[in-house]
């Protein structure tokens, strides 16, 4: 069987490593390149994160680019601490020897052009971080979106709650220009996989340690990424997400990941068209489903609702248990 070809961009912080390990594990997917972008840390750290994390799996053939470390309007001052200051939890203390040199020369948004437009209608492209280097392709490369076979999001909101502001998901509330491009201009197969969609789909703390106590270099490194980080703390002070939707286990970019790797794991979403807000004084950056077609737009996207647990845990399991030769 031929396999299905991706193209990761991320912001790599704990549970992007983690979406990362779900392709690399999956013996029908092959990952054609990460693309680096700001969020969860500045992109030079995600680009040596997105190193560390090919090490470990052992997959350092895989080429890393590097690409936007800041949105489209206004500062990235407010980068996230949310997986620590360096996005893998802070408990690293050395610089990935000589990393610049093991990041491609190419810029991530030329790259991302590049390898999808030699592999038309065959790349699905997983998004994990803020969308600014998607925005730029599409004004690059304005056939860009038709060149894909299908687009994966973990971001925005379906039900108007937010974790960065009381509307609004992080990876869209840090650039809210570029998420409201891509999901006007993308007009391939979009799959969203909401905030809300990973905590309503939230796994247990008892699933969490059977997953990182395996023996496996994949799981030491995730265990040891996870052991300082407040977000990875069941006993942590009660935060929004407990608030909402109780205690739990949430990898969110997993959930996009897993959607890509297995699209029978997704068993209910809605399909309607979907936009960004970006006037609101409160709600910038919040994702709206027009279910009943107010805005008149053409395009719907798929916005997930929920998924197989079983399916999703045994992906997450398997993500785990590396390094696995192809
Ligand atoms: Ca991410």
Redesign the pocket.
């Known amino acids: 069987m031929a396999k299905k070809l991706v193209v990761i961009d ?4 704990i ?2 490593a983690q ?1 990362i390990m779900m392709a690399l594990a999956a013996p029908h997917i092959q990952v054609l390149g990460v693309t680096c972008v700001f ?2 840390a500045a992109v030079e750290s995600v680009c040596q994160n997105v190193l560390r994390v090919l090490s470990v799996c052992e997959c350092e053939g895989i080429p890393v680019f590097g690409g936007s470390a800041a949105p489209l309007v206004g500062s990235s001052n407010s980068l996230s601490d949310h997986f620590g200051g360096d996005g893998l939890g802070d408990v690293i203390k050395d610089k990935v020897p000589q990393w610049e040199q093991k990041i491609q020369k190419e810029h991530a948004v030329n790259a991302m052009i590049r390898l999808v437009s030699e592999n038309q209608e065959q790349v699905s492209l997983v998004a ?2 803020p969308l600014t280097n998607l925005a730029l392709a599409v004004r690059l490369d304005p056939h860009f979106p038709k060149k894909l076979r299908d687009l994966y999001i ?1 971001g925005g909101n379906m039900e108007g709650k937010g974790n960065m502001t009381p509307c609004a998901e992080f ?1 869209f509330v840090m650039d809210p220009e570029s998420a409201y491009i891509v999901l006007e201009e993308y007009l391939c197969p979009t799959y969203i996989a909401s905030w809300e969609y990973s905590c309503r789909n939230s796994l247990t703390w008892e699933f969490f340690e059977e997953l990182v106590n395996q023996d496996a270099a994949a799981a030491r490194f995730m265990k040891m990424i996870t052991s300082k980080c407040w977000a990875y703390s069941k006993e942590a002070m009660v935060n929004k997400r407990d608030v909402y939707f109780g205690p739990g286990f949430v990898s ?2 997993a959930y996009a990941m897993a959607a890509c790797v297995d699209g029978s794991l997704v068993t209910e979403s809605i399909k309607c068209p979907v936009r960004v807000e970006l006037q609101g004084s409160i709600a910038r950056g919040m994702m709206v489903l027009d279910q009943t077609n107010q805005l008149k737009k053409s395009h719907s996207v798929f916005v997930l609702t929920k998924c197989d647990a079983a399916k999703f845990s045994q992906l997450l399991m398997e993500s785990l248990r590396q390094p696995c030769k192809k």
């Open positions: 991320t912001d790599c912080g549970d992007d979406a969020g969860n994990l971080g973990m990876n969110y970019d």
